[in-house]
């Protein structure tokens, strides 16, 4: 069973640029790898920046209005900014099961359970990447976005749920690659939750989400996306 007071929970209350992030969870999911440091769930937010995957398509940065960075994660092109709240999860899987779709698909259930506790039903949709529910005008949109990347079996990345962003900052790139459905948000939806509410309820669940990793899951991941 794992012990909760091994992991740092860090919250920030200012938005961190993403290239110091991206530093910082690097340095760290080395450092884990060593034995040099412990685990870390770190809930932030960024400044408007756009991110691009190993697979992203300059095509698809249609109004590069932001800071476009090379994230060094899979995937395509991601939008962060503020009132998106970002979970980097820094986890040891040698002391856990090693089941990396397992993993994935631990961390997209704790996302769609802690969405559920704001009254947002929300589901994984095969053969497309991220967390989807459905939209203020009635069709599915992304309210999510979910996926890690794995170094000698220490995870980095993470998830980014739409809690209150300016949702036109989503048409400067084709998100993930995916034309035909939109993104909405808690706030698109009639919800009003802040960071701190969100990190409480998603804090709430992580011993749940944690007893997962002691067993493989072996229900299949479908999302491939870092944020």
């Given at each position: 069973?794992?012990d909760l007071?091994?992991?740092e929970i860090?919250?920030?209350?200012?938005?961190?640029?993403?290239r110091?992030a991206l530093?910082?969870m690097t340095v760290r999911?080395?450092a884990?790898?060593?034995?040099?440091a412990?685990?870390l769930l770190w809930?932030?937010?960024?400044?408007?920046?756009?991110?691009?995957?190993?697979?992203?398509d300059?095509?698809?940065l249609?109004?590069?209005?932001?800071?476009?960075?090379?994230?060094?994660?899979?995937g395509?092109y991601?939008?962060?900014?503020p009132?998106?709240r970002?979970g980097?999860v820094?986890?040891?899987l040698?002391?856990?099961a090693?089941?990396?779709?397992g993993f994935?698909h631990?961390?997209?259930?704790w996302v769609?359970?802690?969405l559920?506790?704001f009254?947002?039903?929300?589901?994984?949709?095969?053969g497309?990447?991220?967390?989807?529910?459905q939209?203020?005008?009635g069709?599915?949109?992304?309210i999510?976005?979910?996926?890690?990347r794995?170094?000698?079996w220490?995870?980095?990345?993470?998830?980014?749920v739409?809690l209150?962003?300016?949702?036109?900052?989503?048409g400067?790139i084709?998100?993930?690659?995916?034309e035909e459905?939109?993104v909405?948000?808690l706030?698109?939806?009639g919800?009003?939750?802040?960071?701190a509410?969100?990190?409480?309820?998603?804090l709430a669940?992580?011993?749940a989400?944690?007893a997962?990793l002691?067993v493989?899951?072996?229900?299949p991941?479908v999302s491939?996306?870092t944020?």
């Amino acid at each position: 069973m794992t012990d909760l007071s091994t992991i740092e929970i860090r919250r920030e209350a200012e938005p961190v640029p993403y290239r110091e992030a991206l530093e910082a969870m690097t340095v760290r999911n080395a450092a884990i790898a060593e034995g040099s440091a412990g685990d870390l769930l770190w809930l932030l937010e960024h400044p408007p920046v756009y991110t691009a995957g190993t697979s992203a398509d300059r095509a698809e940065l249609l109004d590069p209005r932001f800071e476009v960075v090379e994230a060094g994660r899979g995937g395509r092109y991601t939008y962060h900014g503020p009132g998106q709240r970002i979970g980097y999860v820094l986890l040891d899987l040698r002391s856990r099961a090693r089941d990396v779709r397992g993993f994935v698909h631990a961390v997209e259930g704790w996302v769609i359970d802690t969405l559920g506790d704001f009254g947002v039903p929300a589901w994984r949709a095969q053969g497309r990447i991220g967390i989807w529910c459905q939209g203020a005008d009635g069709r599915e949109a992304k309210i999510g976005a979910i996926g890690v990347r794995i170094r000698r079996w220490v995870t980095m990345h993470g998830f980014s749920v739409n809690l209150s962003p300016d949702l036109a900052h989503f048409g400067g790139i084709v998100p993930c690659g995916i034309e035909e459905f939109g993104v909405t948000s808690l706030k698109d939806l009639g919800k009003d939750v802040s960071s701190a509410q969100w990190d409480e309820a998603l804090l709430a669940r992580f011993p749940a989400f944690l007893a997962q990793l002691d067993v493989a899951c072996p229900a299949p991941a479908v999302s491939q996306e870092t944020p």
